[in-house]
């Protein structure tokens, strides 16, 4: 397993709770759209809410998004291979924002999730399934795990991923993002 970091409990999920809260979104069709509501208090990381699609454009992701009313104040850290779908977020008036990628950055937001506790509310049950069965890959020839995720069912996991994005750079703070 590559987090074994988490705990799966209820907790409050009230913004008030929070020194600050934001979102991840992984894009999917096919495979899933992801969206998490993460929040974060005290340096530890709780996972809120998830919207977990299949088969759903865009445009019915963000109907859907209105309807569970994700607070349009916070910022949404996205995939940022998808610059369009990112326009049509920031259109319906969400503060969508590409993650920056690069040689080695989804192990740099590993590592940054693993110095977090990660706590996962139960009613999370997709993001549950993914962290439990998330795994390196493994080279059989020479029976060693390589330092790279297996890219399936890891929707969830890509959006935990983007939403440390405040996190990845040693003079970010998250005083100064998404506070209500």
């Known amino acids: 397993m590559i987090l074994k970091n988490y705990r799966v409990h209820e907790?409050?999920?009230?913004?008030?709770?929070?020194?600050?809260?934001l979102y991840g979104q992984d894009f999917g069709f096919n495979h899933a759209n992801a969206i998490?509501?993460?929040g974060f208090k005290d340096g530890e990381l709780y996972i809120c809410h998830e919207i977990y699609v299949h088969?759903?454009?865009t445009g019915e992701i963000i109907e859907l998004a209105e309807r569970?009313?994700?607070?349009?104040?916070?910022?949404?850290?996205?995939?940022?291979?998808?610059?369009?779908?990112i326009k049509m977020w920031?259109?319906?008036?969400?503060k969508a924002r590409p993650v920056v990628?690069?040689?080695?950055?989804?192990?740099?937001?590993?590592?940054?999730?693993?110095?977090m506790t990660i706590h996962i509310h139960p009613s999370c049950i997709n993001t549950i399934k993914e962290i439990q069965q998330w795994k390196w890959k493994k080279d059989e020839k020479m029976n060693i795990y390589l330092d790279?995720?297996?890219?399936?069912f890891d929707d969830a996991m890509a959006a935990l991923r983007y939403s440390i994005?405040?996190?990845?750079?040693?003079?970010?703070?998250?005083?100064?993002?998404?506070?209500?």
Request: charge should be positive; aromatic fraction near 8%.
């Open 11 to 21: 907790f409050d999920t009230s913004f008030e709770r929070f020194d600050t809260m």
């Open 55 to 57: 088969e759903m454009d």
């Open 148 to 152: 790279e995720p297996v890219e399936v």
């Open 68 to 85: 569970k009313q994700l607070d349009k104040r916070l910022t949404m850290y996205c995939d940022s291979a998808e610059p369009d779908r």
């Open 90 to 94: 920031r259109k319906a008036g969400y």
């Open 36 to 38: 998490l509501t993460v």
């Open 101 to 115: 990628k690069n040689p080695g950055s989804v192990n740099a937001q590993i590592d940054v999730l693993k110095k």
């Open 165 to 180: 994005e405040p996190f990845r750079k040693p003079s970010n703070k998250l005083k100064a993002v998404n506070r209500l």
